[in-house]
């Protein structure tokens, strides 16, 4: 009886936050960001406790008694049954990196409202049931990889597809990503020391935890912590010193830099430095937006951009189209991201000890990640408006004022972090501006302000790099299947040189478009080949569920599946076209043929997308229509 009175009243005050937060309730009056804080709140809770137990029941139907592929093929290497705690901080860091920061920071133009209901949405009944199913799917089948899966279930022709479809995007994804975190720690040597320090704490912790005091994970985590807040204090001193030139690298030096450190992460163990930095980094970033939480509720600032602003129509300064279908392929991550769905048939499922645990970590994380995502908007959208055009784009303080966004204290923010923060586009910037802001308002941080700033903005690229870290790892499993085809050793991922050549071409490719693009090529291609990937796992999932004689409980998938084919689609063909214009009007041949390229990179991506679609619609007819028979129980996978 009293758990139900608890769920009514988390009930009550998510739906009268949820009231206020779209104006039902006091519609002339200035949102406080901390109704956003309660109402994502509790519409997380409800949606992990019913939602999430009926997928884990109805839909799934998990087996905590069933023995999984970690136990099974431990080779300790890729597959290491591993705590479910430290699972949950590699899988979280993995999914969580730059994506949910920047990308409701960057959507910030079209107003608090759109992409605060789209988090919700997209995240409870979009984005945590895609990292569910597909990694339950993956654990079902000895830890297989989307596209094996794909090609199982689906047939060759989607099969191939989908790989190809899929390793360009993945490749195009880190390419975002560790765009993201080269521009925020190009000149920053405080930010890059630190960074640079987390490699070998993590070596260090792995080492510690499976070689000198194997199961100490409590133990473990208060040194590694400790380790890290060291690193952090320790960086202030950099600037200036005799360390400065080592770490106060150009965007050319830091692409490199990030090109081997991918390299070398992609080849080691799990468990010596993938499993420990993940861990470490998964609690730093809930632990810091836990504090963000503390100070919105102890400051309440009120959330300074409209419910709306005019940019919904076009034109915005920092992302080009209208809200739709703009708003969707830029939050990406936020709500729901295919990137998700390589870790949960990658990694993740290689460690995972026990099934019962698929709930916790495949749903349980992507809520948490929607929870990060809410809290970046709210640190973009308490900026005055004019202060948030101006670091978000180069426009001139004049241009601003004339679109209705005059420039308020954009002078006070600089002087205050001891940085120049105008014309930073990006969003890391004005994250780290927006996150200082209400740190540094708690009590007692008065002063703190600059060391805030450069804490944020270490803090992003901490969890950009643990996506890198997955990320060529799992395209190198892609890769090597693939490539097993043509010569069978390679797909062997215990073979040392076909790992090494493999993680040497990815490495290669996003590395390049690091380079040669910027942010506004670069994110835009990023949120369509995430979002174009979410679809392609979203119909996987849907023909598992099928093919596994649950046909009533498809929906789950299959309406997100046709929501994202649709967004995405509409905004590729947009997107080619303006890859198409601005190739047209460059102002050398190197651009223009920078923007060729990226319009061709978009058209294939949707190309391929578009060729497992079909595949997949032909499947469904033939399971509908009775051509071919439904498996009515899931096949014990133990090849």
């Known amino acids: ?118 988090i919700l949405i997209g995240s409870a009944f979009g984005g945590a049931v895609h990292d569910m199913v597909i990694l339950f799917a993956s654990v079902r089948r000895n830890g297989k990889s989307l596209a094996q899966i794909a090609g199982d279930e689906i047939g060759p022709v989607g099969g191939i597809a989908a790989s190809l479809a899929i390793l360009f995007i993945i490749i195009v994804a880190l390419a975002g990503l560790g765009l993201a975190v080269v521009n925020a720690l190009s000149q920053s040597p405080w930010g890059t020391f630190t960074i640079a320090l987390t490699i070998p704490i993590a070596l260090f912790m792995g080492i510690y935890l499976y070689r000198m005091r194997p199961g100490k994970v409590a133990e473990m985590t208060a040194i590694g912590v400790l380790l890290l807040f060291i690193a952090v204090f320790s960086g202030h001193y950099v600037p200036g010193s005799f360390l400065d030139p080592f770490f106060n690298l150009s965007k050319n030096s830091l692409v490199l830099s990030i090109a081997i450190y991918g390299f070398i992460a992609s080849v080691l163990p799990v468990w010596l430095l993938l499993a420990p930095r993940d861990y470490l980094s998964t609690y730093m970033k809930i632990g810091t937006i836990f504090l963000l939480s503390v100070g919105v509720i102890i400051i309440a600032p009120n959330i300074q951009m409209p419910p709306v602003t005019r940019f919904a129509e076009g034109g915005g300064p920092i992302i080009p189209g209208k809200l739709f279908p703009f708003m969707f392929i830029t939050i990406a991550c936020g709500a729901i991201s295919g990137f998700h769905s390589l870790i949960s048939s990658g990694t993740t499922p290689k460690m995972l000890m026990n ?160 380079y040669s693009g910027n942010i506004s090529s670069i994110w835009p291609m990023f949120g369509v080949a995430n979002q174009l990937l979410a679809a392609v796992a979203f119909g996987v999932g849907t023909t598992v569920i099928v093919k596994s004689g649950k046909l009533k409980y498809a929906w789950v998938t299959f309406i997100p599946m046709v929501f994202m084919f649709a967004t995405t689609l509409t905004a590729s063909y947009q997107l080619i076209e303006l890859f198409r214009d601005k190739a047209a009007h460059a102002l050398s041949g190197a651009d223009a043929l920078t923007f060729k390229i990226d319009a061709l990179l978009v058209f294939f991506m949707a190309a391929l997308s578009v060729i497992v679609l079909i595949d997949m619609v032909v499947k469904f007819y033939r399971y509908l229509s009775g051509r071919v028979e439904v498996i009515k129980k899931e096949i014990d996978f133990r090849g």
């Open 355 to 514: 099934e019962k645990d698929i709930p916790f970590i495949g749903f349980g994380a992507m809520l948490v990640e929607g929870f990060v995502a809410v809290m970046a908007l709210i640190a973009a959208t308490i900026l005055v408006p004019g202060d948030y055009f101006a670091i978000n784009s180069r426009l001139s303080f004049e241009a601003l004022a004339a679109l209705g966004f005059p420039v308020e204290r954009i002078s006070e923010l600089s002087q205050m972090v001891k940085t120049d923060v105008a014309g930073r586009p990006g969003g890391a910037v004005s994250l780290a501006v927006g996150m200082a802001s209400i740190l540094s308002a708690i009590p007692g941080m008065k002063g703190l302000m600059p060391y805030w700033y450069n804490f944020a903005l270490m803090f992003e690229a901490l969890f950009i790099l643990t996506t890198v870290d997955a990320g060529t790892r799992v395209a190198r499993f892609l890769l090597q299947e693939l490539g097993g085809k043509v010569y069978k050793p390679l797909s062997k991922t215990q073979w040392l040189p076909g790992n090494i050549g493999a993680s040497l071409l990815v490495v290669c490719a996003w590395g390049y478009l690091i």
């Open 1 to 118: 009886m009293l758990m139900k009175i608890i769920w009514i009243v988390i009930s009550i005050t998510a739906a009268v936050s949820l009231s206020v937060v779209v104006g039902i309730i006091n519609p002339s009056e200035k949102i406080n960001a901390l109704w956003l804080v309660v109402a994502a709140g509790c519409f997380y809770v409800i949606t992990y406790r019913f939602y999430g137990s009926f997928l884990a029941a109805k839909v799934l139907t998990i087996d905590e008694n069933r023995t999984t592929p970690a136990q099974r093929i431990f080779d300790g290497i890729d597959y290491h049954p591993t705590n479910r705690w430290i699972l949950f901080g590699h899988h979280f860091a993995a999914i969580a990196g730059a994506g949910p920061l920047i990308g409701p920071m960057l959507a910030a133009q079209f107003g608090y409202l759109p992409g605060f209901l789209w």
